[in-house]
C-alpha cells in the first residue's frame, strides 16, 4: 500500500522553526514527486513547496521562498520541509503529497496530480 506519513507539527512563536518529515512507503522517490500543501482555517489550500522526482529541483511558494527549504532523503524515503522564521500567516494544516513524474507547477504548485496524501500535521505559530 501506498502512503505517507507527516510528522514535526507543532506550536511555536512568531520568528521560530520547525522541520516536518514525510515518509513514504510503498513506493519509491526515484519515480514520484512530493508535494506540501497547506490549509489554514477558511481559506483556499496552498501548494508550499514541491521537490521533482528527476531531478531534484525545488519549487516554493512566494510566501515561503527563503524560509523554507525542502530536501530529499531517498535512503531515507523521507522528504523534509525545514521552516524558518514562522509567522503567525503561517498556520494551518501541512500535507505533503505524492505524484508520478515531475512537480505540476502552473505557474503555482499544482495539486491536480497528486495521487497519494498525507494525513496532514497542524502548525500553530503564536504571536
Known amino acids: 500500500e501506498r502512503q505517507l506519513v507527516e510528522s514535526g507539527g507543532g506550536l511555536v512563536q512568531t520568528g521560530g522553526s520547525l522541520r516536518l518529515s514525510c515518509a513514504a512507503s510503498?513506493?519509491?522517490?526515484?519515480?514520484?514527486?512530493i508535494g506540501w500543501f497547506r490549509q489554514a482555517p477558511g481559506k483556499e489550500r496552498e501548494g508550499v513547496s514541491c521537490?521533482?522526482?528527476?531531478?531534484?529541483?525545488?519549487n516554493y511558494a512566494d510566501s515561503v521562498r527563503g524560509r523554507f527549504t525542502l530536501s530529499r532523503d531517498k535512503a531515507k524515503s523521507t522528504v523534509y520541509l525545514q521552516m524558518n522564521s514562522l509567522e503567525p500567516e503561517d498556520t494551518a494544516v501541512y500535507f505533503c503529497?505524492?505524484?508520478?513524474?515531475?512537480?505540476?507547477?502552473?505557474?503555482?504548485?499544482?495539486?491536480?496530480?497528486?495521487?497519494?496524501w498525507g494525513q496532514g500535521t497542524f502548525v500553530t505559530v503564536s504571536s
Open positions: 521537490i521533482s522526482s528527476s531531478d531534484g529541483q525545488k
Open positions: 510503498g513506493f519509491t522517490l526515484d519515480d514520484w514527486s
Open positions: 503529497a505524492a505524484e508520478p513524474g515531475d512537480c505540476t507547477v502552473v505557474p503555482d504548485i499544482s495539486a491536480t496530480y497528486m495521487q497519494i
